[in-house]
Each structure stands twice: as C-alpha cells, then as structure tokens.
Nanobody
Framework: QVQLVESGGGLVQAGGSLTLTCVASGSDFSRATMAWYRQAPGKERELVAFVRSGGRADYADSAKGRFTISRDDAENTVYLQINGLKPEDTAVYYC???????????WGQGTQVTVSS
C-alpha cells in the first residue's frame, strides 16, 4: 500500500519559514518524480515544485526564489522549505508521487499552512 504522509504545516507569521516533510512508503520511490502542490480556499490545486529522480528540481513561477524542494531517497522523504512566507501562501500543501512504473500517481492527505499578516 503506497502511502504519503505530510507534516510540518502550521500557523506562521508573515516573513517566517517552514519546512514541510513528506514521508513515502509502500513502493520504490527512487525513480518517482516527487512534487508539492497546494490548494488555497476557493481555488484549484496548483503545482508548487517537483523534483525528478536524480534530484533536478523545477518550480512554479510563484515559487521561484522562496521555495526549495529536495529529496532524500535513502529515507523516502521529500522536503519543501518555504522562506519569507506570505499570507497568500496560506493553503493545504499536498505531496504527490508519480512514476512511469505505476498506473496512477499518489497523493498525501495534506498539511495546512496558515500565514498571518
């Protein structure tokens, strides 16, 4: 059973930092592309960043400069560091894993990030 479990969200003041963690289990994730998405209230889920097998990362334009995604394949873990948090970063952040060896991508349950002004 593939499982993704996010943690690290919370209530933070604007300008603060958070590191979100996603721990994966139930499959070989070393070949998977791991991603973070977010969904703000009343908005559609959007891609924040993803990191390919091998470590190359890409970011949504809105995430460039303040967000850093990284992975530790030995620990089946992917991280999202967010600096300079803004109220508009308030959202539920979801971990996603996708691999050509699977028939579908997998999602975590999400972790809430709330940024107060």
């Amino acid at each position: 059973q593939v499982q993704l479990v996010e943690s690290g969200g919370g209530l933070v003041q604007a300008g603060g930092s958070l590191t979100l963690t996603c721990v994966a289990s139930g499959s070989d994730f070393s070949r998977a592309t791991m991603a973070w998405y977010r969904q703000a209230p009343g908005k559609e889920r959007e891609l924040v960043a993803f990191v390919r097998s091998g470590g190359r990362a890409d970011y949504a334009d809105s995430a460039k400069g303040r967000f850093t995604i990284s992975r530790d394949d030995a620990e089946n873990t992917v991280y999202l560091q967010i600096n300079g948090l803004k109220p508009e970063d308030t959202a539920v952040y979801y971990c996603n894993a996708d691999s050509w060896t699977w028939d579908k991508p997998f999602w975590g349950q999400g972790t809430q990030v709330t940024v107060s002004s």
